[in-house]
């Protein structure tokens, strides 16, 4: 380890900071098993909200996944069940090179195990200050520097007051979080939620890392394979936290409303919240975009447009903002504006997940199957999802020998056999049962979202592929059992 890099075979290997103290401490303890509580009391404070198991699992697996190695088959690092994690693998140091300290401190990471050895610890001290200097060197770099602003630029737009960090780490650290989490892709989430809990970690009562954390939360169970019943309990504690902190924090209370509808169905808390949030801040565009959703959700059109218009004069270059208001155009009837803004997106950026899955949609809803099925594959594909690789492979398989029945029933018959498996929420099953007329079904899986609490169901209300079913009193007291606007 040399300046604070970690090279295998003389590459550098990219690690992030929550991984690299991991590494740090294994490798102060090589062959021994470090619990996970020890992980806890090393890389957070006592007095830190984060969820810790998660953490270090995600620590352990992006340390793994720098490194190569695989938690079947270590090389580097052992699993050791209930208790913890082991450094397996041997270091050893290069030949001292007279008048060349600063290049005495670097673990070398061997292809295979070696002979064990015992790893002198006490030498890596001596990276660390060496780390610190490339760190600041590097914050003066003008990529970082145009990094940064772009990241206040954003945290302004999200209604952070940016006011209340003890220190300019927490804010930095902060500020990488708003950037990673406006990217919005599997990854860059990940890499925010690190961020954030670092801005917390060198400031306890800091209201917007807290509001951070549980905006990843919030976007972390549509963009990745987080459940919802894990995303939703930890971004509401973390929006909680935030509020505690803040109560003059609009972007607080923006999270706590989004969590309060989306996650807990609490119509009622999330209009208060999402009203007070913008009236402590009316140019907190996040508030303006989320109250957006919300009321396309309660089947509020007119307001909804309006307010995504909002939000989008106060973030012009918001590809989210931008994405969303594709999608209650289309809900609102203004297909051809919506097809041409999801279209310009998707070109403008053929990685962005929201506009491939918002086509989807309206291309089913439109009769364009073949279009339906391109953008599923993509939003599969992008979402590295097999489970929905499968159905877009069955639905394919349909559509060519059945036209559009075959492709729904296709499509049915592997969502039932993921759903047995426990790999796909009913709502899902409940839209294709829909689509093809068989209203009985379409209220079975309903009742069952309703049961697990499944993340989709506030969408029944506004989604297009239930227009049949409003007229069915068994529809009606569905939604009014589940609190939804009919």
Known sequence: MRAGEVRKKGFRVKIQDLPFRTLILLLSRPNQVVAR???????????????????????????????????????????????????????????????????????????????????PWRRLIFALPALALLFAVWTFRPSYRNAKAGAKSSAAASGSSLHHAANREAEDYYLKGRFYWNKRTPESLNQAVDSFTQAIVHDPNYSDAYVGLADCYNLLREYTLMPAGEAYPRALAAAKKAVELDDRSSAAHTSLAFVSYFGMWDAGTADEEFRRAINLDHNNANAHHWYATYLQSVRRFDESLSEIDRAQALDPNSPSILADKGRLLWIAGHHEEALRLLRQLEQADPDSLSPHRYLRFAYLEMGDYAGYLSELKKEALLLHDATLSAIAEAAEEGFAAHGVRGMLEGQLDRQKKAYSQGKLSPFYLAETYSRLGKTEEALKYLEACYDRHADETVNVPADPAFDNLHPVPAFQQFLAKAGLVP
Not at 66 to 92: C, K, Q, V
């Open 37 to 119: 509580e020890e992980f806890r009391q090393a890389l957070w404070p006592q007095d830190v909200f984060v969820d810790f198991d998660r953490g270090i699992s995600s620590a352990i697996k992006r340390l793994r996944d720098a490194l190569g190695d695989s938690a079947d088959n270590p090389i580097f690092i052992e699993t050791i069940d209930r208790r913890g994690y082991r450094w397996i693998a041997p270091m050893h140091l290069p030949e001292t090179v007279p008048g060349r300290r600063e290049e005495q401190k670097e673990t070398v990471l061997p292809e295979t195990p070696l002979s064990p050895s015992v790893f």
